[in-house]
């Protein structure tokens, strides 16, 4: 079993910057690919970037060269970095994971709002 909780959204201007995290618990070892996702009202829930262990970075075209994401190994924490933000972005954020046995883990997500 794997827990994930995103933190770090709110509310930023067009052009800014914000960072989401994404802190993983229970059997975290168990992990091979962790990244984000964003659903934006009325849309389908999209890919946004992601890491595998062992692998690359993968981005979807529309944020790629704007959002970084990162690891913190001691805090089993999956981060998010967003700059040059646009009201495009605005959606809630979310977090997943996948294991070995190929299960899925979803965090209840953060709401990401840019404004104009």
């Known amino acids: 079993q794997v827990k994930l909780v995103e933190s770090g959204g709110g509310l930023v201007q067009a052009g800014g910057s914000l960072s989401l995290s994404c802190a993983a618990s229970?059997?975290?070892?168990?992990?091979?690919?962790i990244g984000w996702y964003r659903q934006a009202p009325g849309k389908e829930r999209e890919f946004v970037a992601g890491?595998?262990?062992?692998?690359?970075?993968v981005y979807v075209d529309s944020v790629k060269g704007r959002f970084t994401i990162s690891r913190d190994n001691a805090k089993n924490t999956l981060l998010l970095h967003m700059r040059s933000l646009k009201p495009e972005d605005t959606a809630v954020y979310y977090c997943?994971?996948?294991?070995?046995?190929?299960?899925?883990?979803w965090g209840k997500g953060t709401q990401v709002t840019v404004s104009s």
């Open positions: 997943n994971a996948e294991d070995g046995d190929l299960n899925n883990y």
């Open positions: 229970g059997s975290t070892f168990s992990i091979n690919v």
């Open positions: 890491w595998s262990y062992g692998g690359s970075t």
